[in-house]
């Protein structure tokens, strides 16, 4: 049996759910629908994807953004082995075409994949490419992007671009509905909800302590959910939080994310692209904290676009980032609005057709490969 779609991507959670939903769109359509992950085998992936019950392929790549130059050199002496492994591993599959989602794991499949003749498709949902999706972009046969996307490119590849949105799973789709049903209380206990991204985010995890103490003193009352990431120590976060007379729950990365989307009543995120596409399906007030290091700061590209769409304040790494993150939060806990130009603006954001504009491009592709 041949595989009808593989997902390449990977080390960080941005790089695996929309493929989670493009996978359950295609298998809503079909289920007879063979379907399976490629990604890196010193990521995280393989634990989260096998949690839900989907095939894992591993094979080797390394991260080049976020190393020296030692590093750089071996992530790119990897990618012949990581072309090479991708070969085998789709002829052995019969896979049939390929989604790259992003990450240093997504070039040897998507390089193979053409060299193979098998189609090629990207979801770039930042503002600008990231490397990995700027070198597959000249092989592949569509591009989808988000409304973030402001990047100059060359009448050709403008062709092959089409503005999808990002693609969200079921579970958090679902939620949506819920927001002319419920609005957040301005009075009382506030549910603070704190995304530091899937591998974590210094800048959040160091100040947010601090911060919501802040906020207590100045007399909020507050129930405090903080994911730190699967690479912090949540013992040292638990300790800070507990020396500034604050109640929270810390964990390393929340599965169940659309219920606590639910609970929020204001949310501190990163500025990862899926992130701020789920922030605005859930229109609910937010300030947005975009990584310092985060590869060719994208992060501070996505939350400029995100707040001229939807007016939700960002705080950058500065000397007075704890000063202006109690500031923007004490604005969201209290203005009607909650500091964002208006409901509307946030969920006007996001597409809710994303994953079926998606897999209708999918579904164009002739099954010659069979």
């Not at 041949?2 to 790089?15: E, K, L």
């Amino acid at each position: 049996m041949s595989v009808y779609a593989a997902i390449a991507g990977g080390y960080t959670a941005g790089h695996l759910t929309p493929g989670f939903a493009i996978i359950d769109a295609l298998r809503a359509a079909d289920s007879s629908r063979e379907c399976l992950f490629i990604g890196s085998e010193i990521g995280p992936e393989r634990k989260v994807i096998e949690a839900r019950g989907l095939t894992f392929c591993s094979i080797s790549s390394l991260p080049y953004s976020r190393g020296d130059g030692m590093d750089k050199f071996r992530s790119l002496f990897a990618i012949p082995r990581s072309i090479v492994q991708s070969i085998r591993l789709l002829r052995r599959q019969r896979v049939q075409r390929l989604m790259v989602l992003g990450g240093h794991a997504s070039v040897g499949p998507g390089l193979a994949a053409r060299i193979l003749g098998i189609p090629v498709f990207i979801l770039e949902p930042n503002a600008s490419f990231g490397k990995a999706n700027r070198l597959l972009a000249r092989v592949a046969r569509t591009i989808f992007t988000s409304p973030l996307f402001n990047e100059p490119v060359s009448e050709i590849l403008s062709r092959r671009i089409v503005c999808s949105g990002v693609p969200l799973r079921a579970e958090l789709r679902r939620i949506a509905s819920k927001h002319d049903a419920k609005q957040a209380s301005r009075s009382g206990l506030r549910n603070l909800l704190i995304l530091g991204g899937s591998l974590g985010h210094d800048d959040v995890n160091l100040n947010m302590p601090g911060v919501c103490g802040a906020l207590i003193k100045e007399g909020f009352e507050m129930r405090v959910v903080h994911q730190c990431g699967v690479q912090r120590v949540q013992s040292d976060l638990d300790h800070a939080y507990r020396m500034n007379d604050v109640e929270a729950h810390v964990v390393s990365y929340i599965d169940d994310i659309a219920e606590q989307y639910d609970l929020a009543d204001v949310i501190v995120s990163a500025a990862g692209a899926i992130s701020l596409a789920e922030l605005s399906m859930v229109g609910k007030p937010a300030v947005i904290v975009p990584l310092k290091d985060a590869a060719g700061q994208h992060q501070l590209e996505n939350a400029i676009q995100f707040e001229t769409f939807t007016g939700a304040p960002v705080v950058v790494h500065s000397d007075k980032m704890a000063n202006d993150l109690t500031s923007a939060l004490t604005q969201s806990l209290t203005s009607p609005a909650g500091g964002n130009k208006d409901e509307r603006s946030m969920t006007r954001f996001w597409s809710p057709d994303a994953h079926a504009v998606i897999v209708s491009h999918l579904e164009k592709v002739g099954e010659s490969h069979d």
